[in-house]
């Protein structure tokens, strides 16, 4: 089964609008595999005819099943390991230098998926704490996906996904088992407030953070989406303020409202004499 | 090129294991109990081992404590990879020496960040 070109088109603009992930002609057996599963669940006959459905009577709730359909959420526990070193080693003594130690600070994860980032930054302060840091710190986690979200809030995850990146001891430490899956502990749960953000949406409600993970997710945007939340994301941070990226991603060539931070993969820091253009 | 030996009573696991470990650029040597594995050790520590926990002769935990104890044993980073997948038995193996610990079924991606926790990688 194929998807005509009107159909491809129809969900490319929809999904672009929406959640800013730019589909290009090459992906269009994403939308087989991706969409196939969701028809037959929810009981249309096929993908064309959901299409359909999602076309002519505009239904939100299967435009945004489709959405959520076709975006990655691909994640793990610590992943790629530096950007939790560099808040140990090198955010949180600058802005202790900046704002004074034991300062209170605001973190963000700004597409959580399905919350392995943020809890692996409550982790990070936990052992940071433990090593007798004075850490005070508010996590905001948020997504576009009601159902990741829901997952977050939970914090149950499969003994597959605590075996990948996760430490022994921190599931010793900070997870239960609960039947084959293990939960996040209260404590730590306690810890992160989830919300539904869309980043293409306003988000300066907010308010302003000291640390910004926006990682591996504008990755799935166009130049000027990039641009404009790297952007919006900046008038949010504090002048002291840092950015995580993902592996593949980059301020540069983007915008200057973010430098790169040397020798630190991943990592750059709130230009502070850059200012918003009217 | 560093040495692991792969402990466990199914030849079916083992096999997987060198595979997956080989692809990791290790060398591979094999045991099919605790008392084996311990013979090996006793000859020459390798630089890892993948230990499973039920086995005949001499089950994994009491292989790894009696390998604590010899001359050279606590240089092996040993990664236990069992079926025995709750609190106790995890908390258990940790207090006798292990460094890691992989919850059955594994796979190559499971191994490797396992592998990397502990600086084998
Ligand atoms: C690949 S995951 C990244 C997860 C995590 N940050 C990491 O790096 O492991 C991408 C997430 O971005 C979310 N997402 C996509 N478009 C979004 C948007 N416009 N606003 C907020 N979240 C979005 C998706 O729902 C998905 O959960």
Redesign the interface.
Known sequence: MTISTVDFDFVAREVKERSGLVLTPDKGYLLDTRLGPLARKDGFASVEEMLRTARVRRDERVLAAIVDALSTNETFFFRDKIPFESVREHIVPKLFAAKGKGARIRAWCAACSTGQEPYSLAMTFEEMRAAGQPIEAEIIATDLSDRVLEKCRAGLYSQFEVQRGLPITHLMKYFSKQGESWRVNDRLRAQIEFRRVNLLEQFNTLGMFDIVFCRNVLIYFDADAKKRTLERIAAQSHPHGFLLMGGAESTLGVTDAFQPTPDRRGLYARNAAWRKAA | MKQCLVVDDSRVIRKVARRILEELAFEIDEAADGQEALNRCKKSMPDAILLDWNMPVMNGIDFLRRLRNEPGGTIPIVVFCTTE???EH??EA?LAGAN????KP?DG??IQ??FM?VGLL
């Open positions: 997948n709750d609190l995890i908390s940790m890691e610990y992989v919850m594994f991606d499971i960040a396992k926790e």
